[in-house]
T-cell receptor
Framework: NAGVTQTPKFQVLKTGQSMTLQCAQD?????MSWYRQDPGMGLRLIHYSVGAGITDQGEVPNGYNVSRSTTEDFPLRLLSAAPSQTSVYFC?????????????FGPGTRLTVT | AQTVTQSQPEMSVQEAETVTLSCTYDTSENNYYLFWYKQPPSRQMILVIR??????QNATENRFSVNFQKAAKSFSLKISDSQLGDTAMYFC???????????FGKGTRLSVIA
């Protein structure tokens, strides 16, 4: 049971490049989400999904796309990277089970855009 | 919209002493969930403790306990017998219902001093 996995762990991009941050979970969780963490800002929600085929925007969605074609995977796409997207990105998942509803986090991806 | 406020950006405590981290939140919901997450230098997000708003009893997990004051919308974390391994960033988080996004505070950096 791997939990929530994220790849890559580190990435450096040039302004204007595109890339996809991968997130997968093996717990059959319905809910998945992406957050970004910036110094002094806590974690802010980018996009989330309550099930395959369903996604919605969070607090800071601009510049990011998501899709949810399977229960297990929830990739985050940066269409044209900007220095303002330099951050640490976390993926999380959870079950609607009222006994085990906490969100489980992946190890994070540190992204630098130059 | 819900907001979470952590008013102490940094705190320090002597090893074996007790420290309390503050958290207040704003919501119009009656039933919801509250969490404390720990983020050590490894940057992994680790759940410390959780509390359901419909439960009056304060949650405890070994050396960690909360003081949940629903009317005051306060959710403080008490760490007893502080250990060097407790040095980390601590985030308070709110969740309206299961399978919905977490709303985070900006965090409190705790240093445990030998």
């Amino acid at each position: 049971n791997a939990g929530v996995t994220q790849t890559p762990k580190f990435q450096v991009l040039k302004t204007g490049q595109s890339m996809t941050l991968q997130c997968a979970q093996d717990m059959n969780h319905e809910y998945m989400s992406w957050y970004r963490q910036d110094p002094g800002m806590g974690l802010r929600l980018i996009h989330y999904s309550v099930g395959a085929g369903i996604t919605d925007q969070g607090e800071v969605p601009n510049g990011y796309n998501v899709s949810r074609s399977t229960t297990e995977d929830f990739p985050l796409r940066l269409l044209s990277a900007a220095p303002s997207q330099t951050s640490v990105y976390f993926c999380a998942s959870s079950s609607r089970d009222r006994k085990t509803y906490e969100q489980y986090f992946g190890p994070g991806t540190r992204l630098t855009v130059t | 919209a819900q907001t979470v406020t952590q008013s102490q950006p940094e705190m320090s405590v002597q090893e074996a002493e007790t420290v309390t981290l503050s958290c207040t939140y704003d919501t119009s919901e009656n039933n919801y969930y509250l969490f404390w997450y720990k983020q050590p230098p490894s940057r992994q997000m680790i759940l410390v403790i959780r509390q359901e708003a419909y439960k009056q009893q304060n949650a405890t997990e070994n050396r960690f306990s909360v003081n949940f004051q629903k009317a005051a919308k306060s959710f403080s974390l008490k760490i007893s017998d502080s250990q060097l391994g407790d040095t980390a960033m601590y985030f308070c988080a709110f969740m309206k219902q299961t399978n919905t996004p977490l709303v985070f505070g900006k965090g409190t950096r705790l240093s445990v001093i030998a």
